[in-house]
Nanobody, 121 residues
Framework: QVQLVESGGGLVQPGGSLMLSCAAS????????MGWYRRPPGKERELVAT???????NYADSVKGRFTISRDNAKNTVYLQMNSLKPEDTAVYYC???????????????WGQGTQVTVSS
């Protein structure tokens, strides 16, 4: 079993920045890819970004150029640096991990509990 613990959410003004972190523990040998998905209010969960153990990445078009995903394999941790935040970035952000590098959430077996990000003035 894999446990994912997210941190770093909160309230930020438009144009501001936040960094999310997600630490994995447990049966981490099964993990190749890690990533972030989000669920905006009243909407379905959607891709934000994913990253493979070798560093390949996927980004949603809506966050390209503003968000950066990275990982520290030694610490089994994935990060999401979010800059130039917009009100439409408001969502619950979920960390995901799985054996296959993909942009599709069905390929991710393990999920964190979610952390709220609110972008508002």
């Amino acid at each position: 079993q894999v446990q994912l613990v997210e941190s770093g959410g909160g309230l930020v003004q438009p144009g501001g920045s936040l960094m999310l972190s997600c630490a994995a523990s447990g049966s981490i040998f099964s993990i190749n890819a890690m990533g972030w998905y989000r669920r905006p209010p009243g909407k379905e969960r959607e891709l934000v970004a994913t990253i493979a153990s070798g560093g390949s990445t996927n980004y949603a078009d809506s966050v390209k150029g503003r968000f950066t995903i990275s990982r520290d394999n030694a610490k089994n941790t994935v990060y999401l640096q979010m800059n130039s935040l917009k009100p439409e970035d408001t969502a619950v952000y979920y960390c995901a991990a799985g054996p296959v590098f993909s942009r599709y959430e069905s390929h991710y077996d393990h999920w964190g509990q979610g952390t709220q990000v609110t972008v508002s003035s």
